[in-house]
């Protein structure tokens, strides 16, 4: 498991790389842990993610509260149709804005971060 950090107008955007489990999770919250103090809005890229287990969706909702400690907001892009499922049948994929590409996510959340 990777993740790549990098920041584009305002937004941080984290490129998860593997799966998020049990085995995983603590080694990424320790990575993500890394985002500056000044960073609200956060792009997560899931597209290379191919499975996430309750101790993700745990690192997930760790995300989102960070985020919102700091009014900010957490986007997906690149979400599978398995791991969406998931998401939405847990009552997590409310918690989250969503869209289909890295440009709609950063313009989601500067519309976001505007509201």
Known sequence: MSVQFRATNGVTIAALEGDIDGDTAR???RELS???GDSRQILLDMSRVGYVSSAGLRLLLLIYRLSRSRGG???LIGL???ISDVM???GFLQFFL???TEEEGIAMLETARAV
């Open 27 to 29: 080694d990424i919250e």
């Open 34 to 36: 890394a985002i500056p």
């Open 73 to 75: 907001r957490v986007g």
């Open 80 to 82: 599978s149709d398995e």
């Open 88 to 90: 939405y049948n847990t």
């Open 98 to 100: 969503r869209a289909e």
